[in-house]
């Protein structure tokens, strides 16, 4: 049966996680029309039962039972929200008795934590990258190169800046951001801020017709923005990344979630950010 | 038993779910030494029994089963990691049976899809609103109020910044930052670039004890640091607010994660993303 099918992802914090896994098992149901709504802080009963209520009256609606994809720590919360008219997968319910089992010790029922404050030293550690990312945008990065944990290398409009902003948000990755211009390119030498800081350098590269579209909209008609210029620009800062074995990556059809943990993976920085 | 348990968060995309989810999960159990590792883009056999061999060297050094937390969409590389000497939850298989009976179709087992650019126009949708936001905060925000969703209002260091790009980023809403100056409160009524907007704006507060040790970070020693200043500028932020009945929220023990989807809820702007 396809058709239109109400999806509630119900959390007792913000429900990103529910989010996040259910349009990834969504995406396995290409032929249905699903409707999603997202309920965050469902933290108490009486919360719980409006929610309910909620699912009930898209049951209704719908003439279908809603899937309710949920975090759900508390077992008293997660009660109320199973007696909706809906087919409740709550990722708590799923895992906790097993991990309970293997660890051996009982689960401490705290409302899920992983996207409050729960580690203050680590969130602030995330806070200080956005700053520093945002900082290091400011006009002039080369001063805190040397304050970087990577230094990403590329044409304008690559992809540096929301890379940087994703790596300092999710990974508290303190990322600065160093544009290659149309001088850098008059030798095919690594420019000289850069130098001192070798091991820390990642190249974004992009198609350049992309490229070119990207740059239309910010600056129609311009030079900048034409196809063969951005071809130039692109097989030279290819060329250097090559020359200079910099790590690089084409971001074409790459999202800043794909090229961030793709980076943390090749510069083998992945781990650090979990101790 | 407690003790030191390696997990190892592993997916075919870029492990951000699976992380996530099993963060939260891991809360649970505080008494445990968890030692974490990810590993994103097993998306073949070969990387399947990579990431097989690297689990079981884990078992050995801690003589103990590592958890398994993934995110798998294809039941073969699911099968070499299941072969591993460690628990496996795996969210694809514990839900997509069930999802597949209540749905009636077969799951289509691409790969998971949530953070990829599956949907070429949401994902530009992000990226217009990220670069929205950092021009926005770029000293001349006045220009486009017009074309934000919502406008964020604080006194400096409130937590504007970070939550617009935060909202920018995962939720493609295009965020505006008012800061509120001294000059602001001279009068208690809304500064007049606000006047035409007042539907989206939303107010950030913050204890000034926290507020003074921020910016003292920034401005060690200033006047803009000084606890009295901050508690002045506190308290008028929050008077107005309340005067112009504009929603507000106190930001000091709240991640940009909880203050954005709080926003999103009570501004109603939480549904329009889906669509």
Redesign the interface.
């Known amino acids: 049966?396809?058709g239109r099918?109400s999806v509630f992802f119900v959390s007792d914090?913000?429900?990103?996680?529910a989010e996040?896994?259910g349009?990834?098992?969504l995406?396995?149901?290409?032929?249905?029309d699903f409707?999603?709504?997202?309920l965050?802080?469902i933290d108490s009963p009486e919360k719980a039962d409006s929610a309910r209520q909620e699912i009930d009256r898209a049951a209704l609606a719908d003439n279908a039972?809603p899937?309710i994809?949920s975090?759900l720590?508390d077992p008293h919360v997660r009660e109320v929200v199973a007696a909706a008219n809906g087919?409740l997968?709550d990722?708590?319910e799923?895992?906790?008795g097993?991990?309970q089992g293997?660890?051996?010790?009982p689960?401490?029922?705290?409302v899920?934590?992983?996207?409050?404050?729960?580690n203050h030293l680590a969130?602030k550690h995330r806070?200080d990258a956005?700053n520093f990312s945002?900082s290091a945008?400011d006009g002039a990065p080369v001063g805190n190169l040397g304050d970087a944990d990577i230094i990403l290398v590329g044409v304008s409009r690559s992809g540096k800046?929301?890379t940087c902003?994703?790596l300092a948000?999710?990974y508290g990755i303190r990322a600065a951001n160093y544009p290659l211009t149309p001088e850098d390119f008059e030798t095919l030498h690594l420019p000289k801020p850069l130098h001192a800081h070798r091991d820390k350098l990642f190249g974004l590269t992009i198609d350049p017709e992309r490229l070119s579209q990207i740059r239309q909209e910010r600056k129609p008609g311009s030079r900048y923005a034409a196809l063969d210029n951005c071809r130039f620009e692109v097989s030279k800062a290819e060329k250097l990344f090559q020359v200079e074995r910099i790590k690089s990556l084409d971001t074409t059809?790459?999202?800043?979630?794909?090229i961030?943990?793709?980076m943390l993976?090749e510069m083998h920085l992945?781990?650090a950010r979990?101790r």
Not at 13 to 17: A, D, E, K, W
Not at 27 to 32: E, R, S
Not at 112 to 118: P, R, T
Not at 253 to 258: A, D, M, P, R, W
């Open positions: 049966m396809s099918r914090r913000t429900g990103i996680t996040s896994l349009t990834t098992l995406t396995q149901f290409p032929g249905i409707v999603k709504h997202t965050p802080f039972r899937l994809i975090t720590a087919i997968l990722l708590f799923a895992f906790v097993r991990l293997e660890i051996g010790t689960a401490h029922p705290a899920g934590l992983s996207h409050g404050i729960s969130y806070m956005v945002l945008d800046t929301p902003l994703y948000m999710q059809t790459k999202s800043v979630e794909e961030a943990t793709t993976h992945s781990d979990h």
